[in-house]
């Protein structure tokens, strides 16, 4: 069975960058099955997608974050990360990664707290 | 530009039933939809998609309670014979050219 897991630092100062790696088990990244997907939900708000990414290397992201964050694949170790540049406060939210299956998230993961404070 | 309108709460008695309305901005009323669940202090659960011909298919181990539906550009999630733990909030996502979009989400009371 697929399982995603999302990993990497839960404070980040306010105009660093943010970085997640999300590991996939119980299958392969490059499945052409599959694109792989990054959520956020800020406290209190919403859900909110960020991207997604094909093992191939093709993105898409959300028009309202697409000049700060990058998505990208590893195929060697079966990860996916996510770079998220000049975070403010806005960015705190839990990151949830995804696997993309027609055009939803078929499974949610944990998902990891990130707060943006100094 | 694609949008996804869901009311911004709802509340129903325990044991009665639910309808959650998801509406598809005009010109993309075709396009499927899926809905996800956030229960309190619980990462999202994947519920189900539902396709603009009315057919949905439901993520593993989803309750027969749960079931979808459509007409026009309005989708509905339905939930039958409530209980205390359908008290959640329940999100609307469509996908356009590869850009997905979220509703608000509906948080459903159940009294």
């Known amino acids: 069975q697929l399982q995603l897991q999302e990993s990497g630092p839960g404070l980040v100062k306010p105009s660093e960058t943010l970085s997640l790696t999300c590991t996939v088990s119980?299958?392969?990244?490059?499945?052409?099955?599959?694109?792989w997907g990054w959520i956020r939900q800020p406290p209190g708000k919403g859900l909110e997608w960020i991207g997604t990414?094909?093992?191939?290397?093709?993105?898409y992201y959300n028009p309202s974050l697409k000049s700060q964050v990058t998505i990208s694949v590893d195929m060697s170790k079966n990860q996916f990360s996510l770079t998220v540049t000049s975070v403010t406060a806005r960015d705190t939210a839990m990151y949830y990664c995804v696997p993309d299956v027609g055009a939803t998230a078929a499974y949610w993961g944990p998902g990891t707290l990130v707060t943006v404070s100094s | 530009q694609l949008v996804v309108t869901q009311s911004p709460s709802a509340s129903a008695s325990l044991g009665a039933s639910v309808k959650l309305t998801c509406i598809v901005s005009?010109?993309?009323?075709?396009?499927?939809i899926a809905w996800h669940q956030k229960q309190p202090e619980k990462g999202p659960r994947y519920l189900m998609k539902?396709?603009?011909?009315?057919?949905?298919f439901k993520g593993d181990g989803i309750p027969d309670r749960f079931s979808g539906s459509t007409s026009g550009a309005e989708h509905y999630l339905t939930i039958s014979s409530l209980q205390s733990e359908d008290e959640a909030d329940y999100y609307c996502?469509?996908?356009?050219?590869?850009?997905?979009?979220f509703g608000g989400g509906t948080k459903l009371t159940v009294l």
């Open positions: 539902v396709n603009s011909d009315g057919s949905y």
């Open positions: 119980g299958g392969s990244i490059s499945s052409s099955s599959y694109y």
């Open positions: 996502q469509t996908c356009g050219t590869g850009v997905w979009v």
């Open positions: 990414i094909y093992y191939d290397g093709t993105t």
């Open positions: 005009s010109g993309h009323s075709r396009y499927a």
